[in-house]
């Protein structure tokens, strides 16, 4: 478990209600997904808006929610915390929560028209065949080493 006080760092804060010296079992976005101690970040999308089931976040047992607005009924027990953009709040917490896992990964980005999966293919079974510990994210398939996922959207979700 991590305290809400150190997965915010480096994020733009706006208000804060409650203590952030509190322990946070996981960083959620997903109100259904919710688990008691998690932190449940409430982000805008393009269909629905997670400010709507903040009730139901803590219902689950989340005791830290960070919003882009505060609600107008604050539960007790629960700390609240303002940020200017969730999504953005969310990804630094994700990053800090599980220890800024990025600073160990070289990275390869493919862009152009045509022949993007074709070339980001080819890159990973070379990587792979030279030894490293890869992953691949495309329209058809997302691989790490080589466990495959499958991908909904030509562009995945950061908080997938």
Do not use: W
Request: hydrophobic share 40%; aromatic share 6%; charged share 20%.
């Amino acid at each position: 478990m991590k305290l809400l006080k150190d997965i915010l760092f480096g994020v733009h804060i706006s208000a804060v209600s409650g203590t952030t010296n509190r322990e946070v079992a996981s960083v959620c976005f997903d109100s259904e997904k919710v688990l008691k101690g998690d932190a449940f970040v409430a982000t805008r999308g393009t269909v629905t808006d997670g400010h709507e089931y903040i009730a139901n976040a803590i219902e689950l047992g989340a005791r830290s929610i960070v919003c882009e607005e505060l609600p107008k009924v604050m539960m007790d027990g629960v700390t609240y915390v303002e940020v200017e953009n969730g999504q953005q709040a969310l990804a630094i917490m994700a990053s800090n929560y599980y220890d800024t896992p990025s600073k160990n990964l070289k990275l390869v980005g493919v862009t152009g028209t045509n022949g993007k999966t074709t070339v980001s293919s080819l890159l990973y079974q070379l990587f792979k065949k030279a030894g490293y510990k890869v992953g691949l994210l495309s329209t058809i398939k997302i691989m790490v080493d080589d466990k495959e996922y499958s991908t909904s959207h030509t562009t995945p979700d950061a908080r997938s």
